[in-house]
């Protein structure tokens, strides 16, 4: 990839040498295009509470875990960044751990399931602005559903943050579910748990 995109430079630089009008446009896209797609980073994805912001309920307190997360995609570094799925229940899980709400081992009385139902990106563009569509359900340890939520979150990466368009792209996508991720945890400060439940041991993370 490192050679294609090299071989992409050169050609650009001697057409600038040829032509030289209108390449400054034809330049930015073409090593947009010869650049490498990467992988949103689950560090970059963890949604941090506010100081300000209200409590979660007493029952969820050190009671939840993620225990399944569907739909993400692998990146092809030939294609576009994308989001997969541990690296999305790395941050989500790390986004509840920071906020008190995972339990110690494996006890877990409110499991989490996640459903990655698509990321809305762009073709190309200077400002780029990807929505996350995210679908979450909660459930106590009886089974019983205690929040269902579907979350569309849109997140946009202006220029400035990278010149080459793919990072740019991947920053998007780390924004849009940081974001998403956030409002769902807004989600669950407003839950009616109504106790908190024994902690019952699911055997897995």
């Given at each position: 990839?490192?050679?294609?995109?090299?071989?992409?430079?050169?050609?650009?630089?001697?057409?600038?040498?040829?032509?030289?009008?209108?390449?400054?446009?034809?330049?930015?896209?073409?090593i947009q295009?010869?650049?490498?797609?990467?992988?949103?980073?689950?560090?970059?994805?963890?949604?941090?509470?506010?100081?300000?912001?209200?409590?979660?309920?007493?029952?969820?307190?050190?009671?939840?875990?993620v225990r399944?997360?569907?739909?993400?995609?692998?990146?092809?570094?030939?294609?576009?960044?994308?989001?997969?799925?541990?690296?999305?229940?790395?941050?989500?899980?790390?986004?509840?751990?920071?906020?008190?709400?995972?339990?110690?081992?494996?006890?877990?009385?409110?499991?989490?399931?996640v459903n990655?139902?698509?990321?809305?990106?762009?073709?190309?563009?200077?400002?780029?602005?990807?929505?996350?569509?995210?679908?979450?359900?909660?459930?106590?340890?009886?089974?019983?559903?205690?929040?269902?939520?579907?979350?569309?979150?849109?997140?946009?990466?202006?220029?400035?943050?990278?010149?080459?368009?793919?990072?740019?792209?991947?920053?998007?996508?780390?924004?849009?579910?940081?974001?998403?991720?956030?409002?769902?945890?807004?989600?669950?400060?407003?839950?009616?748990?109504?106790?908190?439940?024994?902690?019952?041991?699911?055997?897995?993370?």
């Amino acid at each position: 990839m490192h050679i294609l995109k090299r071989g992409m430079i050169d050609m650009i630089s001697t057409s600038i040498l040829r032509h030289g009008s209108r390449l400054a446009i034809i330049t930015v896209a073409a090593i947009q295009l010869a650049a490498c797609a990467s992988a949103a980073k689950p560090e970059a994805m963890i949604a941090t509470v506010p100081a300000s912001a209200a409590p979660f309920p007493q029952g969820l307190q050190h009671a939840m875990c993620v225990r399944a997360v569907t739909g993400g995609e692998k990146t092809n570094a030939l294609w576009v960044s994308k989001v997969d799925d541990q690296s999305f229940k790395t941050a989500l899980n790390s986004s509840l751990g920071g906020a008190g709400l995972v339990g110690e081992g494996s006890a877990c009385s409110f499991p989490v399931d996640v459903n990655l139902l698509g990321l809305s990106q762009p073709i190309a563009g200077f400002d780029m602005t990807v929505t996350s569509h995210v679908n979450y359900k909660v459930f106590d340890s009886a089974g019983q559903p205690v929040v269902l939520a579907t979350i569309d979150t849109p997140f946009t990466a202006a220029f400035s943050a990278a010149f080459v368009g793919a990072e740019r792209l991947r920053l998007a996508n780390e924004g849009s579910i940081r974001t998403n991720i956030g409002q769902f945890m807004d989600k669950l400060r407003q839950a009616d748990i109504k106790s908190a439940p024994k902690m019952a041991a699911l055997g897995g993370n």
